[in-house]
């Protein structure tokens, strides 16, 4: 047992570092690499959006700061918009998958979908804070 062990820790201390070490050929590569690939875009997408949160937050509450009584619910209404966005955009992007669905490419459908209406949400509410400045 002892020797299965030591065998497992000896191999892997190859194959760790070279799985490590592999990008996915996002060009050329498997399904699984696509997919993976897809992923990736969609991470890199959601987390410049959450990187832009705070920054159209604090205009919309600096935009209620401004108002008086009724009229404010800048952030309420930004913050309803989100929610629906975010709902409309994963409904959205599995219904996108289903041309694939149960298939080895329905992942890459649906990250690449929620990469491209994530890159397009970006773009949104950028214009909301350029445009009211």
């Given at each position: 047992?002892?020797?299965?062990?030591?065998?497992?820790?000896?191999?892997?201390?190859?194959?760790?570092?070279?799985?490590?070490?592999?990008q996915p050929d996002c060009e050329n590569g498997s399904q699984a690499e696509?997919?993976?690939?897809?992923?990736?875009?969609?991470?890199?997408?959601?987390?410049?959006?959450?990187?832009?949160?705070?920054?159209?937050?604090?205009?919309?509450?600096?935009?209620?700061?401004?108002?008086?009584?009724?009229?404010?619910?800048?952030?309420?209404?930004?913050?309803?918009?989100?929610?629906?966005?975010?709902?409309?955009?994963?409904?959205?992007?599995?219904?996108?998958?289903?041309?694939?669905?149960?298939?080895?490419?329905?992942?890459?459908?649906?990250?690449g979908c929620k990469a491209q209406m994530t890159e397009a949400r970006i773009?949104?509410?950028k214009s909301i804070i350029e445009v009211n400045q």
């Amino acid at each position: 047992m002892l020797k299965v062990f030591t065998l497992c820790l000896f191999l892997a201390g190859f194959v760790v570092p070279a799985l490590a070490d592999d990008q996915p050929d996002c060009e050329n590569g498997s399904q699984a690499e696509l997919n993976m690939c897809a992923y990736n875009d969609f991470a890199k997408a959601d987390k410049e959006l959450n990187t832009l949160w705070p920054q159209v937050k604090k205009f919309a509450v600096d935009g209620d700061a401004a108002l008086e009584g009724n009229d404010k619910g800048y952030v309420k209404a930004l913050l309803a918009s989100q929610r629906a966005w975010i709902a409309y955009r994963d409904g959205q992007c599995e219904l996108y998958g289903f041309q694939s669905r149960g298939g080895s490419m329905e992942p890459m459908l649906v990250s690449g979908c929620k990469a491209q209406m994530t890159e397009a949400r970006i773009k949104e509410l950028k214009s909301i804070i350029e445009v009211n400045q």
